[in-house]
Structures are given as structure tokens and as C-alpha cells.
């Protein structure tokens, strides 16, 4: 299935935060989600400032989608 992000110049990183986690809830935990948000915000870090949230929102949900499902969290 093909997502876009609906991140925006005014989004910031928790509303990007809270977006993946509603989409994510139940199979992944929420120490997951933000972990890989931290990581990839890092990641780019020398990224323009507006187009952080989207250049985030997309990485983060694509290692979170290849990531395998957490059991018993």
C-alpha cells in the first residue's frame, strides 16, 4: 500500500511523533517509534528545517514498516 506523508512546513516533531504512533499503535511500542524518530532525526541532522518533518515522518515509517513486529511489549 502507498502512504504519503501528510507532514507540513507547520508540523513539528511531535506532531509527527504522535502521526506514527496512532499508526503503528498495537503492533509496534511506543519506545520504538520514538527511538527510530531520534535516529532518524539525527540522520538529518544537515537536512533543511522545512522539510525536517516530512523527510522524517517518510524514513521513520519506512523502517518502522520493515521492521518486525513486536511481541509481548
Not at 32 to 44: M, N, P, S, V, W
Not at 45 to 59: F, G, I, Q
Request: hydrophobic content about 40%; proline content about 5%.
Amino acid at each position: 500500500m502507498l502512504r504519503y506523508s501528510t507532514a507540513g512546513i507547520g508540523d513539528s516533531y511531535a506532531d509527527v511523533a504522535e502521526r506514527l504512533f496512532l499508526e503503528f499503535a498495537g503492533r509496534l511500542p511506543l519506545a520504538l517509534i520514538t527511538d527510530t524518530l531520534g535516529e532518524c532525526r539525527a540522520q538529518r541532522s544537515t537536512s533543511p528545517e522545512t522539510a525536517m518533518p516530512e523527510l522524517l515522518e517518510r524514513l521513520a515509517r519506512q523502517r518502522l514498516t520493515s521492521s518486525p513486529t513486536a511481541v509481548g511489549f
